[in-house]
């Protein structure tokens, strides 16, 4: 066999490139988000739970390409970064389908929508979630291109750039979340308790989507550093 075709084996089959599609799956998973919570607002409730059954297929989609991943992780002298960083890194980037699938579910379990006045402020922090899983993506195709030959300090800081970009879209959906709640705490009377409870929680889980976002542009950043 010609070595070419042995080392184009090898970067087919790369942990990176399998990563990359796991990432863009999840990032598929949460990009529902804004359209499931138009219909929640809307009172559409057999629209959201068409949406939901979306979000679920896709979230399915992740777990499959998830285990090919673990499957697929080389052993040896081909590996030539740490299987550890690896795991975590596609445990992170999992939780983020999983959070947007525990979102859904939440707010469809209860009929459960924020007060109208919230809608717009509900809309931009969500669509900054999104922006925070869209640009660890960036971060996970960079990562993936430079692997294909060595890590130079340039290329590093390509990676590291693209990683502050999920780091500001995380910073930024902290300080929306904070006002959001804010802004909720003046409904409160107008709210069951337990509504009022499970809002909260629902602000609170969405967050946690950028939270895995940037923690997962960290574990690349580490595997790219490697």
Not at 134 to 156: C, I, K
Not at 176 to 203: C, G
Request: hydrophobic share 45%.
């Amino acid at each position: 066999m010609a070595v070419g075709s042995t080392i184009s084996d090898v970067f087919s089959a790369s942990p990176l490139a399998l990563l990359e599609q796991h990432m863009v799956a999840c990032a598929n998973c949460v990009g529902q988000l804004e359209a499931y919570f138009v219909a929640a607002q809307a009172d559409d409730w057999e629209r959201a739970e068409a949406i939901q059954g979306d979000i679920a297929r896709l979230e399915g989609v992740a777990d499959e390409l998830k285990r090919n991943v673990r499957r697929n992780l080389p052993r040896g002298l081909w590996m030539s970064v740490s299987r550890a960083d690896l795991l975590e890194l596609v445990r992170m980037q999992d939780k983020m389908a999983n959070d947007t699938k525990d979102v859904v579910g939440l707010s469809l379990g209860r009929e459960l929508a924020f007060p109208d006045k919230l809608e717009k402020a509900l809309f931009k922090y969500i669509q900054t979630v999104v922006d925070s899983v869209n640009a660890m993506v960036e971060v996970m195709h960079a990562t993936r291109e430079l692997s294909r030959g060595a890590f130079g300090a340039r290329q590093t800081q390509t990676i590291l750039t693209k990683v502050a970009g999920v780091e500001k879209y995380e910073r930024k959906s902290d300080d929306m979340q904070s006002k959001l709640r804010a802004k909720l705490r003046v409904h409160e009377e107008k709210l069951s308790p337990i509504d009022a409870m499970f809002l909260y929680q629902l602000l609170s889980k969405i967050g946690e989507i950028a939270n895995s976002a940037e923690k997962a542009a960290h574990r690349a950043q580490i595997i790219a550093s490697s």
